[in-house]
């Protein structure tokens, strides 16, 4: 069966400083990734998808990047971290668009 | 642009009792998917159902089925016989075909009380 894993769970940061999130699925081959940010007490908002190795689309303008090494592998990152960049942070993976996404357990970010 | 509206920000019922959470959303599309998402205190994001607008049968999942009605624009979830595990946030969430932009509703906090 297919497992996601996303890591850290908790993260405090200083502002100003960079961000490396990772996020691996397992069981599965060239699925469709996501990245999706969950402000406090509202619903979530697609970052970033992938279909594929090096395939990135982004769908809001920010400080924070995404890439994808490896297959199933999922890097959000930021060079600099505002304050604004807190929140929840959740992965996503599924088979080909029109499928469900499935998410992992999230990050819980935190800039200070 | 696709916007889901969930009208519903808390809600609440009695163990064991039914409960429909709204939610519409705006679209010129034909073809699309809905779901319902459930986000527990643990913050996971777990699918609850999803509908294809192409069918008109509407969706169940053991006790959790849902009311599409297309030419609204309505996708409503009723959880029957609720249980105090069900207390979760829910989400309704709309995607276009061939699309991976999942937009989602902001949420409605339900709360089964014993």
């Known amino acids: 069966s297919q497992t996601i894993h996303q890591w850290p769970a908790t993260l405090v940061q200083p502002v100003g400083s960079p961000l490396s999130l990772e996020c691996t699925v397992e069981?599965?081959?060239?699925?469709?990734l996501y990245w999706y940010r969950q402000a406090a007490g509202r619903g979530l908002q697609l970052l970033f998808y992938?279909?594929?190795?090096?395939?990135i689309s982004s769908e809001v303008p920010q400080n924070l990047s995404a890439s994808r090494p490896q297959d199933r592998q999922f890097i959000l990152s930021s060079k600099k971290l505002l304050l604004s960049d807190s929140g929840f942070y959740l992965c996503a993976w599924s088979l080909e668009s029109n499928q469900p996404q499935h998410f992992g357990d999230g990050t819980r970010l935190s800039i200070l | 642009a696709q916007t889901v509206t969930q009208s519903q920000p808390e809600m609440s019922v009695q163990e064991a009792e039914t409960v429909t959470l709204s939610c519409t959303y705006d679209?010129?599309?034909?073809?699309?998917?809905l779901f319902w998402y459930k986000q527990p205190p643990s913050r996971q994001m777990i699918l609850v159902i999803r509908?294809?607008?192409?069918?008109?049968q509407n969706a169940t999942e053991n006790r959790f089925s849902v009311n599409f009605q297309k030419a609204a624009k309505s996708f409503s979830l009723k959880i029957s016989d609720s249980q105090l595990g069900d207390t979760a946030m829910y989400f309704c969430a709309f995607m276009k075909q061939y699309n991976n932009d999942m937009r989602f509703g902001a949420g409605t906090r339900l709360t089964v009380k014993p």
């Open positions: 679209t010129s599309e034909n073809n699309y998917y």
């Open positions: 509908q294809e607008a192409y069918k008109q």
């Open positions: 992938s279909v594929g190795i090096g395939q």
């Open positions: 069981g599965t081959s060239n699925p469709n």
